[in-house]
């Protein structure tokens, strides 16, 4: 089990970049697959990013189409924070992002994998 604290989120204009943290804490957390979701009002909760421990002594991140390129996850082991800097911002990327931890193998990357999440920060990208 995994505690999560989110921050971050506010207004930015469109082309505006804003980046969102995730505070950590309880099971060990380096090892725990760490993804970043994001549902808008009316639409199904979608993966955004994720970052995942491969053995090799490095990390693994992984994205959504629509996230390549301009979102970028990291982790910060020291400070238990997962980050995710967000660049080239569209109005589209207006929703409630949502981090969480997941001990699923592989690269997970839909909801019922993760058994922990944060509360959400509202991203609201204006025209």
């Known amino acids: 089990q995994v505690q999560l604290v989110e921050s971050g989120g506010g207004l930015v204009q469109a082309g505006g970049s804003l980046r969102l943290s995730c505070a950590a804490s309880?099971?060990?957390?380096?090892?725990?697959?760490m993804g970043w979701f994001r549902q808008a009002p009316g639409k199904e909760r979608e993966f955004v990013a994720g970052?995942?421990?491969?053995?090799?002594?490095?990390?693994?991140?992984y994205y959504a189409d629509s996230a390549k390129g301009r979102f970028t996850v990291s982790r910060d082991n020291a400070k238990n924070m997962v980050s995710l800097q967000m660049t080239s911002l569209k109005p589209e990327d207006t929703a409630v992002y949502y981090c969480a931890a997941s001990v699923a193998g592989g690269e997970p990357r839909y909801s019922y994998e993760y058994d922990s999440w944060g509360q959400g920060t509202q991203v609201t990208v204006s025209s």
């Open positions: 309880g099971r060990t957390f380096s090892r725990d697959a």
């Open positions: 970052i995942v421990w491969n053995y090799g002594r490095t990390y693994t991140a």
